[in-house]
């Protein structure tokens, strides 16, 4: 269990997701460009076995943007998408549009 002040250090950002590729070498991992309305980050992530580049392009996802950058097959991702984990990750997308960069409290 975590109290509520450790969750509020969690910034958590609705992104548009810009540009989506393939790692090489990796079945798994895509690096992503996201669009948070005043900046734009790279994230990689674990969803090359269940969505496409092409399909995840224009998508908006749920990002944590404050997490240290970390390196993952030499490429540096700066934040983390949130999914669900139904033996695949499943995206979690907000019911309507809203702008990059809105807060999710």
Known sequence: MINFEDFKKLDLKVARIIEAERIENSEKLLKLKIDLGDEKRQIVAGLG???SPE???G???VV???LE???LLGIESQGMLLAAD???PILLIPE???PPG???R
């Open 69 to 71: 950058p970390r390196r």
């Open 55 to 57: 399909t995840l392009r």
């Open 64 to 66: 944590i943007i404050n």
């Open 96 to 98: 309507k549009e809203v």
């Open 102 to 104: 809105t807060k999710i």
């Open 49 to 51: 076995k269940t969505y």
């Open 59 to 61: 998508k908006e996802i």
């Open 86 to 88: 139904n033996n695949e």
